[in-house]
């Protein structure tokens, strides 16, 4: 257990006179703690006429013993004798040192919190009449204490690390409430340090290593698993386009075989139309020769032309159907890569979640083994400790020996 900042300890100093040094030795904290607040100068000497009032500080003056009111002004005063400084206040913001050793949480947890409290001291009349340096020590340590112990009270050793820092206003309003008639103003509150049991400290570092650990795991498996949906939407795009490119390909074969195909019929119905002119051309010549020449010429000429309107459809389908036929083995094809490249997606993705699956495995695993060591602890405190097992802690140690858990 780390050791705590030293109590601190307000004072009051009998010095021998009334010198310049008041306010140095007001701002001297001495090794074991002590504050002087107060300075109490002895009498004056019967034939001394003059006196020095120290700056910096408030000296409160008497006569024959009656206080006089409010602090004497600093400088050089011509005063009887039975005139004197009979108490010298510090001005200055003290720092008090109040740690709180054992404080029991909400859940019986005992911690060592160290408290700083800065004051000063406003009214020096009322500070020193109505409580006075050691009364305002006692009652502030108890307050302090206290109100600490009752803070600490409503918080579980999870928690309490968060009443460091601004967690004590209210610690200070009540203070000042407390004090007030006392003509002492605090101006902060502050939880500086808090320190649970070494054990329970140690446990806490290893849970939270432990938790880090496993998100940093879970935030890796993420990432990869969206790298691996990335890489496969990336393929399966990839595989899209290029089908979609095999398609415009064959549609522009496709066109550029009907645009050829029309291209052709339009010359063979061309040379026909031709070769019937010359034909009838010839007719014209020779119809005063023969009729029957003329007749059998004509049927010639009509079954040529027949014949090959007939070769131009044939070739044209079957430049069509060849067309069609690889237009469509180029589909199935595209349609089969892209299955294949779907199932290489999916086999990608059940393998990311047998890695996940892993994982949880092995936080399993660790959670039995730290259960495994909680036992083993028990046994060995149920075989060869030798306690009291007295109070809350002992109800709770004898009931995690039956049960065989701390929880």
């Not at 010429?297 to 389908?317: G, H, P």
């Not at 067309?323 to 180029?330: I, R, S, T």
């Not at 259960?371 to 802690?393: P, Y």
Request: glycine letters at 4%.
């Amino acid at each position: 257990m780390r050791k705590s900042a030293v109590h601190s300890r307000c004072v009051q100093i009998q010095v021998s006179d009334v010198c310049a040094k008041s306010v140095s030795l007001l701002s001297a904290k001495g090794s074991n703690g002590e504050i002087p607040l107060v300075l109490i100068p002895s009498h004056r000497r019967s034939f001394s006429c003059m006196m020095q009032v120290p700056s910096g500080v408030y000296c409160l003056m008497q006569r024959f013993g009656a206080d006089l009111g409010p602090p004497a002004e600093p400088g050089l005063h011509l005063k009887l004798p039975f005139y004197r400084i009979a108490y010298i206040v510090s001005k200055q913001a003290c720092t008090y040192d109040a740690p709180v050793r054992a404080c029991p949480t909400s859940d019986d947890v005992r911690i060592n919190i160290d408290v700083v409290v800065i004051f000063e001291i406003k009214d020096p009349s009322k500070f020193i009449y109505k409580l006075g340096a050691v009364n305002f020590n006692d009652y502030l340590s108890a307050t302090v204490d206290e109100a600490i112990r009752m803070l600490v009270r409503k918080e579980s050793h999870e928690t309490v690390y968060g009443l460091r820092g601004d967690k004590a206003g209210i610690l200070l309003q009540a203070l000042n409430e407390k004090f007030e008639v006392g003509g002492v103003s605090f101006s902060d509150v502050k939880i500086t340090s808090i320190w649970l049991p070494d054990s329970l400290a140690q446990y806490l570092e290893v849970s939270t290593k432990m938790a880090k650990a496993m998100e940093k795991l879970d935030r890796q498996n993420e990432f990869e698993r969206m790298e691996i949906q990335q890489e496969s939407e990336m393929a399966i795009e990839e595989i899209n386009r290029k089908k979609e490119q095999v398609i415009v390909a064959e549609s522009g074969r496709k066109k550029r075989a009907e645009l050829e195909f029309e291209q052709r019929s339009v010359k063979a119905e061309e040379d026909g139309r031709v070769a019937l002119i010359e034909a009838e051309a010839k007719g014209d010549v020779m119809v005063l020769t023969s009729q029957t020449q003329l007749n059998r010429t004509k049927t010639q000429l009509e079954t040529w032309r027949v014949t090959e309107l007939a070769k131009a459809e044939a070739e044209a389908n079957k430049v069509r159907v060849q067309a069609e036929l690889a237009e469509e083995q180029a589909i199935i094809q595209a349609n089969w890569q892209e299955e294949k490249m779907l199932c290489e997606a999916q086999a990608t993705k059940y393998e990311s979640a047998a890695e996940a699956e892993a994982s949880r495995c092995l936080a399993a695993k660790r959670r039995h083994q730290l259960d495994l060591r909680e036992k083993a602890i028990l046994t060995k405190l149920a075989e060869q400790g030798n306690f009291n097992l007295v109070g809350s802690s002992g109800d709770k140690m004898v009931a995690a020996m039956m049960k065989g858990s701390f929880s």
